[in-house]
């Protein structure tokens, strides 16, 4: 798999903004607060580093060299 986010500082990054928009689905009412779901998103793109969207975008903040198997 390739990993596109590499970065220990973005990948910390990541995790709190995604915790923290999870905090609006308790924070604001029902039909807003489901906005928060996208903090699943940035968790799980922090702990897998790879981010879909960045892929998309050709978007690659890893400076590793992959090898290919």
Same mark, same amino acid.
């Given at each position: 798999?390739?990993?596109? #986010?590499?970065?220990?500082?973005?990948?910390?990054?990541?995790?709190?903004?995604?915790?923290?928009?999870?905090?609006?689905?308790?924070?604001?009412?029902?039909?807003?607060?489901?906005?928060?779901?996208?903090? #699943?998103?940035?968790?799980?793109?922090?702990?897998?580093?790879?981010?879909?969207?960045?892929?998309?975008?050709?978007?690659?903040?890893?400076?590793?060299?992959?090898?290919?198997?």
């Amino acid at each position: 798999m390739m990993h596109n #986010v590499c970065s220990r500082t973005e990948r910390i990054i990541r995790a709190l903004m995604g915790i923290a928009l999870l905090g609006l689905l308790f924070m604001l009412p029902n039909p807003i607060g489901y906005l928060g779901l996208v903090g #699943v998103v940035l968790v799980a793109s922090a702990a897998m580093r790879y981010c879909p969207i960045s892929h998309l975008l050709g978007v690659n903040t890893c400076k590793m060299k992959e090898t290919h198997s």
